[in-house]
Structures are given as C-alpha cells and as structure tokens.
C-alpha cells in the first residue's frame, strides 16, 4: 500500500515565471493523499504533482529560448533513492575508474551505466567512488561540494606531471575528479579534444592508481571501463601491486567491443611500462596486426587478459562477442571470468513520476501527464498535434497521431539507413517522428542535416542534431513509440529508458535489445511478458513488418496497445534487478 500526493484542484508543480525562462515551483493547495494498492505502484512511485492542461505556458518554436533549454528546478537526487532496498551482509569498497559518468561527463550509455551502478551499490550499503578525469567541460556547479583534496605527481615519458584531485558529489555519488597539469582533457567536449586521446587515457589510468597510492586508499575492487581505462589492469599487477598496493581486484566491463584501444608499444611506454612486454598474443597484442609492421598492441585486450573478472552488458551479447570478432579467442580463454550482466536504469534520474525536466508527471497507474508532455513537445516542435492553433487553451482530445523518436549517437552501429529510412516510412503511414542525434563524422552529420532542412519545416518530421540531456527526458515521456534499429547493440539503453517513460520500442533483435525487449505477436512469448516490437533483418522490409504492426496496433486496437504502454512501463529494467550479479563478481574476486 503507497499512498500519491494528489493536489486536489489538479493545479500544476511547475509553472513558467513572467520572464518566461523559469520553472517555479507553484505551492500546491488543498493538496490531499489518495491511496491506492495496485502492485508497481512503488516501483513507479507517485507522481510529484498532476498538471493541468489550463496552467501549462506551452512553447512555440518560436520561442527566444527553445522550451528544453529553460532552467529546470534542481534535482535532488537524495530524495528518491530508493529506501526499502536489503543491504549487503559484507559491504565492500568499490572505485569506478572510467571516462564517462551522468549527467556531468556523459556522451552515451557508459555514462549512465558507471552513475546507474554506482548509485544501486551505494543503496546497498557499499561505499563507491567514481573517479573519472576532470574535463574541462565539466560544469562545476554540477558538482556538490566540491574541493581539492589533494596534489601529487603521475608519470608521464620520464617527467612526473603535477595533478590535482578534488572531491565532490554528483547526483548523490561521490566523485574524485583527476585534473592533470597538462593539456590533458581541455576542450569544449568530453572526446575530441586538441591532445592525444589514448596519451590522455594512459595517462589517467596511471593516476588514479598512483592517487590510491599516495594516499593508502585501497579498495576491494577497481572497477574500470572500456579501453580507455584497459591499461589500469596492466599498470596495478605489473607495477603498483609490486609498491603499495595489494588488497584491490579488478573488474572490467566492455560495453561495445568497437573499440579496441590500439596503440603502438612506444605509447604505453610513455606511461611507464615496458611496451614491448606486452607485444605477445597471450597479453597485448593486437591480432588482427600480426606480421605488419609495426604490429600493435589493444588496450581492450590487455585489459581482458589482466582483469580478476571482464563483464560484458547483456547475456547476448555475451554471446554473440564469444562468436564474432578478433577479439573472441581471447574472450573464450577467459570465458571463466567472462560473465554478461544486463545494464539496468537509474531510476533516479529517469523517473517519469518525479522528473524535474517534464512539463507534467506520469506513472503507469496514470498517464494522464503524458498525453501532456506529447502535446508540449509537439507545440514546441511546430509538429501538428489535434492541440495545434488553440492558444493556452488545450482541447480535451488528446492527438492521436503515433509520434516515434529516436535518440542516438548517429553512428553506424545504430542502423543509419533504417533510421533514415523511417522517416519516409513514418510519414507515409501518417505519422510523427523527432531524431535527437549527434553525428562525430562530417559525412553522417551533413547527410542528417540534409535531411533535417528538407523535412523540419514540415508538419511530421523533426531532426536535431544536438545533445540534450533535458530535451531527451521530454522525448522519451512524449513518445507512442522508440525506435532502436541497431546493427548491432550490447546492451542498448534506449529502449528501457523508454519504456520507463511509457514509450513501447521497436528493436532489430540483436545483443541486449533482444534481452529486453519481446514480440507482442510472437506466439512462444509469455503474454505479460510482450513489450514491443522486434524484426530480425537489416533490411527496409524487416524494418516495415515491425513498424506497420506497431502503427496498427495504436491506431486499430486502442486496448490492447494501453495494456502494451502498461506493461512496458512496469518493466523492471532497474539496477536492483542486476546490481546483485555485479556484486556476486566483485564478490567472487576480492581479498577475503
Ligand atoms: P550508446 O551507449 O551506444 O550510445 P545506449 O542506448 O546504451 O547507446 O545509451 C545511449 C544514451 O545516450 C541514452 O541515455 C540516450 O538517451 C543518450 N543519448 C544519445 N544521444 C543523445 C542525444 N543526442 N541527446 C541526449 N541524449 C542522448
């Protein structure tokens, strides 16, 4: 039994101040409790508050200030973590070494993986720390208390660099940010910066364990991620396990095996080791380079041979990595300590019941706050909605066009054609499609941007190609449908932040997608358990078969597609579902 937090007259949280750029919280009166019983409700949690059409200040593209650029209330993430989760009998330490962490340092789904993990450890009365490097584009106010705990010297091609490291708390997490005093991680971005990437990373990953060093910290487990950290695992057994450090284990998770972290010998030298120690194929070696000259080493690799436990992000693709790719014989030497554990959501920063970037609340229980955010963000996009042309004065009827979005770092891997080819797809069967992507290559990003001065003038297609944390939020909750094509997926964070917001996903059945998301039409599937829509091929035909069904079904089967949106949002894709496989890892390997 929980009870919601209804405001009685349905009068709105949050309410665009006079100059029109502000979101100010409006005290709620005759507010009263309502209870209810149904079982998910918790999981949902209630609703910060009802909105009312009426009170909505609804944007127009025209708007000074785009409506996902205005300033939102602050987050405070303390209030909604979780409170009724079972703590670990024999809590542990763990230091997340990595180059990414929501919201602060975020590019794609590592960033909510490392703040999503950390957050559902810490619940379970672990200490965590997230140590990641101090990019310049890191916004300080982001951070909560933050100060400089300590300088010190890390190595780099003979010389000892002077670095600070400071202290500070991101949504909840602590944080010990690592500022070289060098041009490391300066620039505008989290990648792309005007310095050597793979120097910086090197260089970094040797920090933060001469930073444990210096200051006796030693963890149970160092938990690092991706190539770019793939070297720490080197660095402790051949060099730091020798000086101070003897009680951490290490941990690797991959989450997309594209990058390999190659590099040449002399590279890692620059940090200290002996590059060509590394140069066989049972440590470092690149294969795919063998008998080239000069043959090269992969960080990746090295970090899997290395690592106490390497941890890929779904059970297929587990699997399909096990099968495929240069990296797979090395995967099968250690498939002992090879695991696939699913990523989970951070439901306190994706909660559409709580979230402080939507213009109205919703949890499955009552989506009336949805049909909302669909007609805000219509509104601000310039898309029709049956809303359109009525001033402040929203009508009733909610719009019934099916709005599709996809949200994506525009890479290949993500299905470019298909994506692409959806919008003619979506348009001709009548509906609304908004892409929200950032394209790293000049090619891909001019195509897009073709494509989005063809289309975003006209009523159904919208294409930004822009990041936006906040406008993401408002997507996901303003979505019918979410559109995942992807070549290939580890895990795929999309579609469960999706479904979280009652959006139902349309997958290609590959890697974590296919672990998340099941057929409504597909016989062997348990009913409750259906939640989208899923094809197989990596063709334009495939793709119809998928998306035609899910068009029919919103738009013929009105019933069957509520109990569909119900059911993807009392999907538990969360961390404490498999949180508890990370910590049976960790456990497996530390010191006792
Ligand atoms: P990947 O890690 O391969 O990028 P995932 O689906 O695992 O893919 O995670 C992507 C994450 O990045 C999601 O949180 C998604 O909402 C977010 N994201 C991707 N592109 C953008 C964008 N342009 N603006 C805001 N968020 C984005």
Redesign the pocket.
């Known amino acids: 039994m929980s009870s919601l937090l209804l405001n009685a007259s349905h009068n709105l949280c949050f309410k665009l101040s006079s100059s029109g750029c502000q979101w100010q919280p409006l005290l709620p009166n005759n507010t009263h409790r309502v209870s209810f019983s149904r079982v998910g409700a918790e999981k949902q949690g209630p609703i910060a508050a009802l909105a009312s059409a009426e009170q909505l200040v609804w944007p127009s593209p025209s708007d000074e200030t785009p409506f996902w650029k205005r300033d939102f209330p602050s987050w405070n993430a303390d209030s909604d973590v979780p409170s009724d989760v079972v703590k670990d009998s024999d809590p542990m330490h763990v230091i997340h070494v990595t180059a990414e962490m929501a919201p602060i340092a975020k590019v794609?789904?590592?960033g909510?993986v490392v703040t999503g993990l950390a957050r559902a450890c810490l619940s379970r009365g672990h200490t965590v720390d997230v140590m990641l490097p101090f990019y310049e584009c890191i916004q300080r106010q982001q951070v909560v208390d933050l100060e400089l705990v300590s300088t010190y010297n890390s190595y780099l091609e003979g010389e000892w660099i002077p670095v600070n490291a400071y202290r500070g708390v991101v949504t909840g997490i602590p944080v010990i940010l690592i500022e070289p005093s060098n041009q490391f991680f300066k620039g505008k971005q989290v990648y792309g910066g005007c310095y050597n990437e793979l120097e910086a990373y090197l260089f970094f990953s040797r920090a933060c364990l001469e930073w444990m060093q210096v200051t006796g910290i030693q963890p149970d487990i160092i938990h690092v991620h991706e190539w770019q950290t793939g070297a720490l695992p080197l660095l402790y057994w051949d060099m730091y396990h020798h000086l101070s450090l003897k009680k951490p284990r290490i941990v690797l998770t991959i989450?997309?095996m594209e990058h390999y972290g190659e590099c040449r010998q002399e590279q890692i030298s620059k940090c200290g080791l002996d590059g060509s120690a590394y140069a066989t194929v049972e440590k470092a070696v690149d294969d795919r380079t063998i008998g080239h000259n000069p043959e090269r080493l992969s960080l990746l690799k090295g970090g899997i041979v290395y690592s106490n436990a390497v941890v890929t992000v779904s059970p297929t693709y587990l699997k399909e990595t096990l099968c495929s790719g240069w990296l797979a014989g090395t995967l099968i030497k250690s498939r002992d300590k090879y695991f696939g554990i699913l990523n989970g959501i951070d439901t306190t920063m994706w909660n559409p019941a709580t979230d402080a970037f939507l213009p109205a609340q919703f949890n499955a229980h009552n989506i009336e706050g949805k049909k909302l955010c669909k007609q805000y963000v219509q509104r601000g996009l310039g898309l029709i909605s049956e809303a359109s042309g009525s001033g402040n004065q929203m009508p009733d009827a909610a719009p019934e066009v099916p709005l599709v979005i996809c949200?994506?770092?525009l890479v290949p891997q993500k299905g470019l054609h298909l994506i692409t080819h959806a919008i003619k797809r979506i348009e001709e069967l009548g509906g609304q499609m908004i892409i929200?992507?950032?394209a790293s290559d000049a090619r891909v990003e001019s195509e897009f941007k073709h494509l989005a001065d063809l289309h975003n003038q006209g009523p159904s297609i919208r294409i930004l190609l822009?990041?936006?944390?906040e406008?993401?939020h408002m997507l996901y909750a303003a979505a019918d449908m979410v559109l995942v094509p992807s070549i290939y997926e580890p895990?795929?964070?999309?579609q469960m932040?999706g479904m979280r917001y009652g959006a139902v996903p349309i997958v290609r059945k590959t890697g974590g997608l296919a672990d998340t998301v099941f057929d409504v039409d597909e016989q062997s599937n348990h009913h409750e358990m259906t939640n989208g829509f899923v094809f197989e091929g990596i063709d334009e035909g495939s793709f119809n078969w998928a998306l035609d069904r899910a068009f029919t079904y919103h738009r013929e089967k009105p019933e069957e597609w509520t109990g569909i949106v119900r059911r993807v949002m009392e999907c538990d894709n969360t961390w404490n579902n498999t949180a508890g496989k990370y910590i049976e890892v960790y456990n497996s390997v530390r010191v006792a």
Do not use: Q, V
């Open positions: 794609g789904g590592l909510d989450h997309n949200i994506t770092r929200l992507g950032k822009l990041y936006s944390e406008l993401s895990c795929g964070l999309s932040l």
